[in-house]
């Protein structure tokens, strides 16, 4: 089926050969993310943060959620500009009340939704499944598998042709980890759930994209592997720097799967 949801032509290619050239539908790259409103759960710290930053320079409006407020309206105030609207709003992705509650003020607010990154993500301390705590399981599969889940469902309802959903995952989607049963099962589990949601979507001409980032110096190590080689590891500005582009190529045309490693390989 044909999307009608391609970008209206604001560029025309240099015609070479004297001939009339038909414009070309597209905008230019760095004005594809301007003006639209984005949604990144888990924005205090870490990816979330970097990726919140990044669409900010692009001229994207924020809503920027998690757990804690504090932090989130002092990023919210930082990011905030003239042309730029960011919202700090807290809303745990377990709860499908508090998705619920977040998906009426975005429509209250924003009317739309153009892009939806679901970051929200927690690990759990380096143990075999025989030793793993069933709480610790539990709250794994709830925020990385089922958070990802609600906040999907909440917010496409709010998005349109030309819109985008990103899934933060990681390489423990599709690789596993000795000691990391609930997050391997977690990542893996949301990596159906994404590819599914794309063949869902491609009549709507929503693109998703599964993020698959491998180690990146974030706070989630200090819950995984505290002693973990950090300089070894990528940053979360890196991550965000490779998603802009992604999100900036043409509307008919989706980066299904981006996969960053360390050059330096595995830890
Ligand atoms: N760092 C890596 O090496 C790496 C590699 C691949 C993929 N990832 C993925 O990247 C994502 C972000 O992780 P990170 O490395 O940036 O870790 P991080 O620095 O610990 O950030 C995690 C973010 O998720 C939020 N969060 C956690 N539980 C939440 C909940 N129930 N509801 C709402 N927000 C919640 C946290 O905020 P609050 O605590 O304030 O709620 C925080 O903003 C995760 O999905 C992770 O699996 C990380």
Known sequence: MLLS???VGTYAAPD?????????????????LKGRVALITGASRGIGLAIAQSLAAEGCHLILTGRTIGTLEKTARKLSSGKIRALAKICDVRDP????????IIQKQFRRLD????NAGIAHPNLPAAKLPYHMWRSVIDTNL?????VTREMLPLMRCGGTIVNNLSIAATQVFAGSSAYNASKHGALGFTDTLREELR????RVIALMPGATDTDIWDTL???????KMMSSETIAHALIAALALPENSTMEQLTI???????
Do not use: Y
């Open 5 to 7: 949801c391609v970008d």
């Open 16 to 32: 070479v050969t004297g001939s009339r050239v038909p414009k070309i539908a597209m905008k230019l790259p760095q004005q594809r």
């Open 97 to 104: 009340h508090a998705v619920r509650a977040l998906g009426h």
């Open 115 to 118: 892009i939806l990154i679901n």
């Open 146 to 150: 089922t958070g990802t889940f609600l």
């Open 203 to 206: 009549e709507k001409g929503i």
């Open 225 to 231: 592997w505290p002693k973990a080689p950090r300089r």
């Open 261 to 267: 490693a360390p050059t330096g390989g595995a830890l």
